[in-house]
């Protein structure tokens, strides 16, 4: 006997379910169909047309898209809800094996997350700097390693040049509570670093007495409000809209990968994050995977 398996089909069963064993009214049932058909659609055109292929990055990916396509949180949040209600019926029937929203935080995270700037408006934005000069080259490793590393401002702003490792394509960070990772390194970020410390940096006064990584042209250690500023003038001269800060580049670097795939725990080890709810999540990842992931998903590899 043909047992049913499509996408259509488990939202059918679950939609009976709503409408005879829980007697919800026809407007919540309408509005619950409608909701599944904007995550079906979704998953289609991910090429996901069994429920049971559906991962965490993939419903990661999903608020990711409505969120970009301009929907509030609240929207986001309700057709979060169907999802969920979905995947609670479908794993109570027996037709589902595993859930994979049991790791995905509500929606409302995503409320708190600043905006993130498209791959084309990054181009722009990293395209600005002037590399004929050497504060031109400095400012292009500057972007070129926020976005690579999804690093803090003030992470950025305090690298050592024992903590660049170019052969490797890596770099140390020291976050938050002094703790250090491990971020890889992609090809475009090591030519604008090996361009700025073979020809930039040995140009800038007092450069040699430094162990600074990035400095000011009078030699001294960049603060955090140069990179700020830096970043801030780099967009508005790049024609991208809004508050551009660090943390966008941040913010964006993650967005970036998480859409093309890279798994939301690896992502959160390159951040750095460190919270309790974090650290019980999601696991530890050793640097040579890291490095591989980063390869394979970042669009400035």
């Known amino acids: 006997m043909h047992e049913a398996n499509t996408l259509d089909d488990f939202i059918e069963l679950f939609i009976n379910y709503l409408l005879v064993e829980c007697g919800l009214s026809r407007n919540t049932i309408l509005s619950y169909s409608h909701d599944l058909q904007i995550f079906t659609t979704f998953l289609i055109s991910k090429n996901i047309s069994d429920f049971d292929r559906v991962r965490p990055d993939t419903i990661t990916s999903f608020i990711i898209s409505e969120k970009k396509r301009g929907l509030s949180i609240n929207s986001i949040t309700r057709t979060m809800v169907a999802v969920r209600m979905l995947y609670k019926f479908l794993l109570s029937e027996g037709k589902l094996k595993t859930n994979p929203l049991t790791l995905i935080d509500s929606p409302k995270l995503w409320q708190r997350l600043p905006e993130f700037i498209s791959v084309h408006k990054i181009d722009d934005l990293l395209s600005v700097p002037d590399t004929k000069t050497k504060l031109g080259m400095r400012n292009k490793a500057i972007l070129e390693l926020l976005y690579a590393t999804g690093a803090r401002v003030s992470e950025v702003a305090a690298i050592q040049l024992e903590w660049i490792n170019l052969e490797y394509r890596y770099m140390r960070c020291r976050g938050k509570g002094s703790k250090e990772r491990i971020v890889p390194l992609g090809t475009k970020a090591i030519e604008a670093l090996q361009k ?106």
């Open 196 to 301: 700025y410390l073979t020809i930039a940096r040995p140009e800038i006064k007092n450069s040699k007495g430094s162990t600074y990584l990035f400095l000011s042209k009078s030699g001294r250690p960049l603060r955090r409000e140069n990179v700020w500023v830096l970043v801030k003038n780099c967009a508005l001269r790049a024609g991208i809209p809004g508050k551009v800060s660090p943390h966008t580049l941040r913010h964006s670097f993650a967005t970036h990968l998480l859409e093309n795939g890279a798994d939301l725990r690896v992502v959160q080890e390159m951040l750095g994050h460190v919270n309790v709810s974090t650290t019980q999540i999601y696991t530890h990842v050793g640097k040579h995977h890291l490095k591989a992931v980063h390869w394979q998903y970042h669009p400035r590899k």
